[in-house]
């Protein structure tokens, strides 16, 4: 199946994403500049869309254009029916407050997601197997 290549921080599901006038999106990765997400809402190529975003206490909602749609595949479950599309979208006229938002969020899933070795009294524990 086809993905697209996107260049960001994994969100492991730490972020809380709705598009405002749509549905839920599940974000799979950001940038400071963008957001690799998943949608059943079918969107148009260069349409600007508003998301509200949430990150921990912090929320804002931002402007950003979609830049390339996939087809992923189709949903039939209890819950939802219809299609899942893989999109990329390119944040549009930030204002300095969200720009500095994004670089928090960026920042902080970074840090969260470098292990923290300080509590190890025993060293690393591996082993080799054939």
Same mark, same amino acid.
């Given at each position: 199946m086809k993905e697209i290549d996107f260049n960001g921080v994994d969100t492991? #599901? !730490?972020l809380s994403v709705k598009m405002l006038g749509g549905s839920d999106v599940s974000v799979y990765r950001i940038s400071t500049? #963008?957001? %690799?997400?998943?949608?059943? +809402?079918? %969107?148009?190529?260069?349409g600007? =869309?508003?998301f509200s975003?949430?990150? /921990? $206490? *912090?929320?804002?909602?931002?402007? $950003? !254009?979609?830049?390339?749609?996939?087809? !992923?595949?189709?949903?039939? +479950? @209890?819950? !939802? *029916? /219809?299609?899942? =599309?893989?999109c990329v979208a390119e944040f549009d006229s930030l204002k300095d407050d969200e720009k500095a938002f994004l670089d928090a969020?960026?920042?902080?899933?970074? @840090?969260d997601s470098i292990? +923290?070795?300080s509590d190890r009294t025993g060293g690393i524990k591996f082993s080799v197997t054939e």
């Open positions: 492991q #599901g !730490k500049e #963008g957001m %690799l997400f998943e949608t059943t +809402d079918h %969107l148009k190529m260069n600007q =869309y508003k975003v949430k990150f /921990g $206490a *912090k929320k804002t909602t931002l402007n $950003a !254009k979609v830049l390339t749609i996939l087809w !992923k595949s189709k949903l039939e +479950d @209890e819950k !939802k *029916k /219809g299609t899942l =599309y893989q969020l960026v920042e902080r899933i970074l @840090e292990p +923290d070795l």
